[in-house]
Every structure is written in C-alpha cells, then in structure tokens.
C-alpha cells in the first residue's frame, strides 16, 4: 500500500486537505485513513452547524485569513454541489454596561477583517430582530449562516474518490515508523507506506505528532460542550442566532442560541474539561488521558488561572437551573421547563507548555509530515482554506 500522500483523520480538515491536494496534483495517489466507520464522527458532526463571518478573530491570524477566504469558498461549493445552507445572520448583545468596550472591540475587528456589511445596534433595533432578547447594546452580522458540515464532509468524501483517492474507514493508526523517504503507517489492518503523511487527527493530533517527532511543544486537552434543546412550544423565542459578548480571555464564545439547517434550536454550549478525548457524556471517563491532561505544566497554569471559570462551567453542567440562568441573561422568558437535554460535542483545544490556550490554527511543518496541530472553530467553516494551505505546501513537498 505505497502512497504519495496518506492523510490521517476523516474530519472535515482531513477531508477538505485530500481533496484540495487532488484537484492541485490531480495525479497524486493519495489515501485517507479514518479510525471510526464513517467520516465526520467526532468535531465535525457534534457541533452546532454554523457557518462563521470571521468576527471574532485578530486580524491577519490564520483564523481570520483561513476563515474569512474558507467562508467564501464553502458557500461556493455548498452552490456548486446543491447542498443546503442559510445566511439567517446573528447578533452578538452586550447586557452589561461593563460588556460595552469588548462589544466595540469585537466590532472593530470584525471591520478590520473586511466585513464592511456589520453594524452597531441600538436596544430598540435589537428587538426588532429578536424580540425576546435582552441587550443594551449589540452588533448585527448578515454573513453568518447553518448548515450540516456532515453533509459537506460526506461530499468532500465523494469527490475524493471521484478523482482516484481513496478513503479507508475502521482503521486506527498504531504505529508510525520513519522510513528513509517518507513514512510506514501501521493500522490493525494493514500497513502503508508514503513519501508525505498529514495529521488531521483534531482530538489526537498531538498523539501523532508525538509518533513522528521526540518534542511536541503542545498538547490536547478536551472540552466537552453540552446543549440543550428549545421545545417546539418555546420555539418562537429565537428568530436567528444570537450570542453574548464574549469573554476576551477564553477562547469560548459563551452559551449561546442556534437556529439548526434541520429544524430545531439548540442553547449552549458550555465548555467544561472532559476526562476523556471522546467523552461525550458527563460520566465518560479515560484514565490515562485524563492524567495526560492534569499533569500537562501548562494546563496545570490554565486551571491555576481560570479555576473560578472552570468551576462555573462545571456548575452548569451539572445544574439545569443554573445553565438555564445564563440563558436567561439573553432571553429572560425561557424558563427550564422549556429545556430538554442535547448532545455534546468535545473541542480539541491546544495548550502550550507556558500555559497558554492557543488560540490559532498551528500547522507544524517538517519534511515528510505536516500536522493539522490546533483546529478548533471556525475550523469547519474554514476547511476549504485550511485544506488549500496544507494542499500548497504538500504539492511543494512531493513534487
């Protein structure tokens, strides 16, 4: 099984980086190998489905460029290949005085990045778009939209083998061994070799990363978010999307209203530590990887500095009524009776060694491997560009 290129992890980064490395190097053999039995199992089909502006992120980061040049081709491609999605739009409301400057800091990036179309709005203009929600002060962006990235993953998957590459499901890796041009990749069930392997591998990037190189300077640490969802009699409380003023400090955006592409609304998510890398329930637990995380110097500096945080998020995971509270700061009719319990998805989120939460895209490149390191939201928004960037540099390599 020799390859020119083996892309490990069928996400949705994964999927779009085969795919662009086929339509740059038409000829290249190209495999992707995905651990679970179908495509898009894990960040890719547990998150919300929103197609992100690119609001948030400082300017000329690799979010920003990625997200903003990555919304302009997904919205080309869900075009071209007649899949669903809606620009419902989402307003991002300040209830505090205090929330007031970092609102105005969000908007300015939001025009910094190009997008010219967003505006302030008063509290009278905040109800004519969401007339349960309470804000003093917020600002509106037309751009953002839903849709189901399952559905975009499975496309990309379609197409990659329309174009001659392949795509192995049920394979995990267990072994990766340098070779003197390239690398052997061992799964439980067969044995592949390449001249370029590419590690899109979200909650385990750093495990691969560890199999090619003695230093990996980051590691994963999991973040479960749990939703509830609206019960259609609440439903008419919600129009669009609306989201609070995020916290400048954490790379979460906070609980949150979402309109779903398939019907239905969903409030969240929080985002608490997860004991496990695919911990979807409060009750999953891994011993080994939960010790991973904890003994991490730079997570220890993380929880060191965020414990109060933590612990409030900790407390709405296991509290209805205090989940439902936070909720109620943007919407004060929903009540927790209007609540039913959701799904969860897990976050890879990236953390140095000096206790940082990174927060960009990491690509660590060397000369036969590139690794997908640091993928969190707007990652699937952005994965036509994540994938083009990683597909640039991949054709250099083995051409």
């Known amino acids: 099984m020799k390859y020119d290129v083996v892309v490990i992890g069928g996400g949705i980064v994964g999927l779009a980086t085969a795919l662009k ?5 038409p000829q290249t053999k190209l495999c992707v190998i995905e651990k679970e039995q179908a495509v898009a199992q894990h960040q890719t089909g547990n998150n ?3 197609i992100h502006s690119g609001i948030y992120y400082k300017p000329n980061s690799l979010k920003a460029l990625n997200c903003i040049r990555g919304y302009n081709m997904l919205l080309e491609f869900c075009q071209k290949e007649d899949i669903p999605y809606e620009l419902c739009g989402k307003i991002i409301v300040a209830t505090e005085s205090k929330e007031l400057q ?4 969000v908007y300015q990036r939001g025009l910094a990045n190009g997008l010219d179309k967003i505006k302030k709005i008063s509290k009278e203009e905040i109800k004519e778009i969401e007339p349960y929600c309470n804000g003093i002060e917020g600002i509106y962006v037309p751009y953002t939209g839903i849709i189901d990235y399952v ?3 499975q496309r990309y998957a379609d197409l990659i083998r329309a174009k001659g590459g392949q795509v192995f499901l049920g394979e995990k890796v267990g072994k990766i061994q340098k070779q003197s041009s390239g690398y052997e990749i061992i799964t439980q069930i067969k044995t592949y070799t ?4 590419i590690n899109c591998t979200g909650l385990y990037s750093d495990k691969i990363t560890a199999m090619t190189q003695e230093k990996v300077d980051y590691r994963i640490v999991p973040f479960r978010g749990e939703y509830y969802i609206i019960k259609p009699a609440k439903q008419y409380l919600v129009k669009h999307l609306i989201y609070p003023v995020p916290d400048p400090n954490f790379p979460f955006l906070g609980v949150h209203f979402t309109r779903m592409i398939n019907g239905g609304i969903e409030a969240g998510p929080n985002a608490v530590f997860a004991f496990k890398r695919e911990g979807y329930q ?7 990887e939960t010790i991973d995380s904890l003994t991490w110097k730079g997570f220890q500096k ?3 500095k965020y414990w109060r945080t933590g612990l409030g998020e900790f407390y709405r995971s296991f509290s209805k009524t205090a989940f439902t509270k936070a909720l109620q700061r943007l919407i004060p009719e929903i009540q927790e009776a209007d609540l039913e319990e959701g799904g969860a998805g897990v976050r890879a989120q990236a953390c140095d060694r000096t206790g940082g939460l990174i927060d960009d895209f990491l690509i660590i490149e060397n000369k036969a491997v590139i690794h997908v390191g640091n993928a969190p939201s707007p990652a699937a928004t952005s994965s036509l560009s994540i994938g083009l960037t990683v597909a640039e540099l991949a ?3 083995i051409s």
């Open 21 to 25: 490395i086929l339509e740059l190097r």
């Open 48 to 50: 919300s489905g929103v």
């Open 102 to 105: 970092t609102l105005d800091n």
């Open 151 to 153: 559905a975009v993953a």
């Open 194 to 197: 390449t001249s370029l392997l």
């Open 282 to 288: 409060r009750s999953d637990f891994n011993w080994r």
């Open 302 to 304: 993380v929880a060191f």
């Open 395 to 397: 054709v250099n390599k």
